[in-house]
T-cell receptor, first 112, second 113 residues
Framework: GEDVEQSLFLSVREGDSSVINCTYT??????LYWYKQEPGAGLQLLTY?????DMKQDQRLTVLLNKKDKHLSLRIADTQTGDSAIYFC????????????FGTGTSLTVIP | DVKVTQSSRYLVKRTGEKVFLECVQD?????MFWYRQDPGLGLRLIYF???????EKGDIPEGYSVSREKKERFSLILESASTNQTSMYLC????????????FGDGTRLSIL
């Protein structure tokens, strides 16, 4: 099956930028998503990008997609303590459009 | 706003019990999903449903079954609970068609003793 990989942990200082990375193996991805999970809660959709786009910006969030390298990143500008959470990338594929393939999640810790 | 409600936030059951986890969504979504979340493993799909009375196995269906008698409700059933089913269970829903974003409930943390 599809393999979606993320680093497990990331620590940044408050006010710095955070970059969370994700790699995937199947080149037939159609959409790629970023979700945020706060402690004790479900997943909240942050943003998503169509696979023929290179970049999408939404306020403090910038998504970059390198389709050749099968690499997706989420940059959070001016990171705040409220950004501390687990971040999941996910993708859908051309032939299984209803099914999401999730990464293992990156736990972001923001140090005051 | 989409609302996905899971009936319990925390649940403690005993080995061998039959366990029901309930999920209700209020946006008339066609698709509904059950995942389990374990540290270091991310989310793993147990079952999903794209219509009433329809179900499809996900990646780890063993030991589980599901029921979708009404469009808004998707139930996950542990036929005979075992300790290795202790986990966080997440329900999600999405509109019909491909590539629609999934919307999640707050999860049920299930402990099997």
């Amino acid at each position: 099956g599809e393999d979606v990989e993320q680093s497990l942990f990331l620590s940044v200082r408050e006010g710095d930028s955070s970059v969370i990375n994700c790699t995937y193996t199947d080149s037939s991805s159609t959409y790629l998503y970023w979700y945020k999970q706060e402690p004790g809660a479900g997943l909240q959709l942050l943003t998503y990008i169509f696979s023929n786009m290179d970049m999408k910006q939404d306020q403090r969030l910038t998504v970059l997609l390198n389709k050749k390298d099968k690499h997706l990143s989420l940059r959070i500008a001016d990171t705040q303590t409220g950004d501390s959470a687990i971040y999941f990338c996910a993708e859908t594929l051309t032939n299984t459009g209803n099914q999401f393939y999730f990464g293992t999640g990156t736990s972001l810790t923001v140090i005051p | 706003d989409v609302k996905v409600t899971q009936s319990s936030r925390y649940l403690v059951k005993r080995t061998g019990e039959k366990v029901f986890l309930e999920c209700v969504q209020d946006m008339d979504h066609e698709n509904m999903f059950w995942y389990r979340q374990d540290p270091g493993l991310g989310l793993r799909l147990i079952y999903f449903s794209y219509d009433v009375k329809m179900k499809e196995k996900g990646d780890i269906p063993e030991g589980y079954s599901v029921s979708r008698e009404k469009k808004e409700r998707f139930s996950l059933i542990l036929e005979s609970a075992s300790t290795n089913q202790t986990s966080m269970y997440l329900c999600a829903s999405s509109e019909g068609g491909s590539n629609q974003p999934q919307h999640f409930g707050d999860g049920t943390r299930l402990s099997i003793l």
